[in-house]
């Protein structure tokens, strides 16, 4: 049975008529890497805020490590947040910006503070003021900082927008070493699937306030694999006919599509045999729907 580090249940937030976040339930694995995914308005920083503890939900209710209402909000310092801008001071070096959100945590070991800042690839930046970093700079130092403390769930708000190709490669391998050396659960929002789905273990995606699919790494990869979709007017005896041909990684999705997992090279010997045993096949064609359609298609009006 999955461990569930971070629930929402119902969680919702209105402002004025308008629900920003209308009744979700969002289901985290402790050290996954869960992608938020949505267009721009879908409600993702809203929930990220309502999980940080920055804003009060509506309705519903934020149950991390199991506790919920008050007993949650005395284990939220073991969730640390990243939303929008990290918030750096620019005539300081990303040490001495370390070092300052250190001493609020009462800590004061130099090693630490070089720790984090090698794991996140600035150990080398040496007397640079943060004002001169790169915008991929800052967001790796913005992570760093929120990493003070050890928190058990690092909650980073777009923290690849606007960022050159570099800058995304940099943030990704920051996270990949966070959740590999570290053990943090991650929650991350972006619109842009086709850079989480090099990060991320499990999705959850927005649209409208709504948590409208939420499904692992491998089911994702599963509905945009390649595959050859059969559409014909019996599938339920096309699937007897797949079976005595030694097929058995197929899926019958509706009452007139398969979709056949395996031989993709063998559309034609397929064909063949489905009119061999009396069926009509309208179409038969070898597919695979990128991410980027899987996402548009999920979340159209």
Not at 275 to 289: D, R
């Amino acid at each position: 049975m999955s461990e569930y580090i971070l629930q929402t249940h119902d969680l919702r937030k209105v402002y004025g008529q308008q629900a920003a976040v209308a009744g979700i339930d969002i289901k985290v694995e402790r050290g996954a890497i869960y992608g938020l995914i949505g267009k721009n308005g879908a409600g993702k920083t809203t929930t990220l805020k309502m999980i940080g503890g920055l804003a009060a939900p509506t309705s519903g209710s934020v149950e991390i490590f199991g506790k919920t209402g008050a007993a949650a909000g005395a284990v939220r310092n073991r969730v640390s947040c990243l939303i929008e801008d990290p918030g750096l001071y620019g005539n300081m070096t990303a040490y001495q910006n370390m070092r300052a959100k250190c001493l609020i945590f009462g800590i004061k070991d130099k090693k630490y503070i070089d720790d984090l800042l090698q794991l996140v690839g600035l150990g080398d930046v040496g007397k640079k003021k943060t004002k001169q970093f790169s915008l991929g700079m800052r967001q790796r130092l913005g992570i760093a900082l929120a990493m003070v403390g050890e928190p058990d769930i690092l909650v980073l708000d777009e923290p690849i927008n606007g960022l050159d190709p570099e800058g995304i490669v940099e943030i990704r391998d920051t996270l990949t070493a966070i959740s590999r050396d570290k053990g943090i659960t991650i929650v991350i929002s972006s619109h842009i699937l086709e850079e989480l789905s090099k990060v991320a273990t499990h999705y959850g995606i927005m649209h409208h306030g709504r948590l409208v699919e939420q499904m692992t790494a491998e089911e994702l990869q599963e509905r945009c694999s390649m595959r050859i979709e059969v559409v014909t007017d019996r599938p339920d005896k096309a699937s007897t006919v797949l079976e005595d041909m030694g097929i058995t990684n197929y899926k019958v999705v509706d009452r007139e599509t398969i979709n056949i997992m395996e031989r993709l090279d063998d559309v034609a010997y397929i064909n063949r045999e489905l009119n061999a045993a009396g069926l009509l096949v309208s179409k038969i064609a070898v597919n695979n729907e990128s991410l980027e359609s899987f996402f548009l298609n999920v979340t159209e009006d």
